[in-house]
């Protein structure tokens, strides 16, 4: 189950985000979006478990959760929307 992870503090690590969800079962990928130009976090990421019984465990712990003074915002990640509109 892919998750998404928002209200990251800019400073978070990928291992810190591995750390926070260890606990709730196997990890798939774990990845903070970084902004392709500076390279700085965009305070978000993506986070895969094995199972939908561990997405739904960390889902359900660290929605709202405080972490570095910032509530955490957990949800299933939607797949992305294909923008047809687009023609550059």
């Known amino acids: 189950m892919k998750l998404y992870v928002g209200n990251l ?5 990928e291992t810190e985000l591995n750390e926070m ?3 709730y079962g196997t990890i798939n990928s774990a990845a903070i ?4 130009d500076s390279g700085q976090s965009k305070g978000f ?6 199972t ?3 997405g739904h465990k960390a889902m359900e712990d ?4 405080m972490i570095n ?3 955490l915002v957990v949800n ?3 797949p992305p929307v294909k923008n047809k509109s687009r023609r550059w």
């Open 33 to 36: 979006v970084n902004d392709r």
């Open 45 to 50: 990421a993506f986070v895969e478990m094995s």
């Open 52 to 54: 939908r019984g561990e």
């Open 21 to 23: 969800f260890a606990p």
């Open 62 to 65: 660290l929605n709202g959760k």
């Open 76 to 78: 299933e990640a939607k």
């Open 69 to 71: 003074n910032r509530a």
């Open 9 to 13: 503090a800019y400073s978070m690590t």
